[in-house]
């Protein structure tokens, strides 16, 4: 089993920054992908930004040159860089992984999501 812990939400105002970030802990022989997506209140989920191992990483439009997503390898981390916060940032962020794991199988796994509120 497998569990994503995501921290760093929280209120800030248009225009600051904040980084989130996710950790991974369990039974993990490879990581393949981390990312984050995001809700907000009435909308669907949607992707934020994704970082394959080895492969190129993914922005959505609305983030790009705003946010950046970083992993560290060693930590089973990624991290999320969000700058110039906008209101319609505001929603709860959650982390995902798709994890080589029990069984030598590959498995998606969801954080339990960050609430982030950017005021104006």
């Known amino acids: 089993q497998v569990q994503l812990v995501e921290s760093g939400g929280g209120l800030v105002q248009a225009g600051d920054s904040l980084r989130l970030s996710c950790a991974a802990s369990g039974t993990i022989f490879s990581i393949n992908i981390m990312g984050w997506y995001r809700q907000a209140p009435g909308k669907q989920r949607e992707l934020v930004a994704l970082m394959p191992s080895g492969g190129s990483t993914n922005y959505a439009d609305f983030v790009k040159g705003r946010f950046t997503i970083s992993r560290d390898n060693a930590k089973n981390t990624v991290y999320l860089q969000m700058n110039s916060l906008k209101p319609e940032d505001t929603a709860v962020y959650y982390c995902?992984?798709?994890?080589?794991?029990?069984?030598?199988?590959?498995?998606?796994?969801w954080g339990q999501g960050t609430q982030v509120t950017v005021s104006s």
């Open positions: 995902y992984s798709n994890i080589l794991g029990a069984g030598f199988r590959n498995y998606d796994y």
